[in-house]
Nanobody, 125 residues
Framework: QVQLVESGGGLVQAGGSLRLSCAAS????????MGWFRQAPGKEREFVAA????????DYAESVKDRFSISRDIAKNTVFLQMNSLKPADTAVYYC??????????????????WGQGTQVTVSS
């Protein structure tokens, strides 16, 4: 059974940091681009960041660029999202995703094959 399991969410004050992890199991994802999406209450799910299968190419949403950093440990089948300078607007459920094709096509979410169950991130003002 293929699973993506997120961890690391929680409550943090504005300006603080959190590190999300996504552990993949059930198959290897070493040849797949992976990424993070988020969904705030009453809003649609939106793209946050994506990383190529090799980890050599990365894409960020403008709203998180320069504050968030995505990385992956291929050997451990794990993807990370380091979130710094958090704002109340970053409050959302964060979802890990594994996709087909190129990392550069992940923004729409249309190429995502697997989703995690989500982890809540709440940033207080």
């Amino acid at each position: 059974q293929v699973q993506l399991v997120e961890s690391g969410g929680g409550l943090v004050q504005a300006g603080g940091s959190l590190r999300l992890s996504c552990a993949a199991s059930g198959r290897t994802f070493s040849n797949k681009p992976m990424g993070w999406f988020r969904q705030a209450p009453g809003k649609e799910r939106e793209f946050v960041a994506a990383i190529s299968w090799s980890g050599g190419s990365i894409d960020y949403a403008e709203s998180v660029k320069d504050r968030f950093s995505i990385s992956r440990d291929i050997a451990k089948n794990t993807v990370f999202l380091q979130m710094n300078s958090l704002k109340p607007a970053d409050t959302a459920v964060y979802y890990c995703a594994a996709a087909r094709g190129s990392y550069s096509n992940m923004r729409s979410g249309g190429t995502v094959e697997y989703w995690g169950q989500g982890t809540q991130v709440t940033v207080s003002s």
